[in-house]
């Protein structure tokens, strides 16, 4: 912090600032990558996803969970089937987690 003695006081909160900011995103890019993707974490959406029941808090959690890895089901021509099937296009909307575009 000895740089901060030669800037102006606003010049230095600014900067201060946005270092916090940096800190914050690559933070949050590191949970990202730290996901594991794997397809049975889904399992409390099963019933939702078979059947049309609304989804549980557990399942959005997980689908939430899971967003950074629904592309790759998607491609995957084990799960293309059931990933993009209606009941599970309508438990992504009642989760709040858009079907992704890939």
Known sequence: MWWCWKMKKGSCASLLCALVVVV???AEARVTEA???NPLELRPCLGAFTSGQPPSAGCCDK???QKPC???YI???NLK???NSPNTRKVGAACGVPF???
């Open 24 to 26: 914050v995103v690559l």
């Open 35 to 37: 996901v594991t993707c």
């Open 63 to 65: 689908v939430r969970e």
């Open 70 to 72: 629904l592309c790759g």
């Open 75 to 77: 491609k995957n021509p």
């Open 81 to 83: 089937q059931f990933v």
């Open 100 to 102: 992704p575009t890939c």
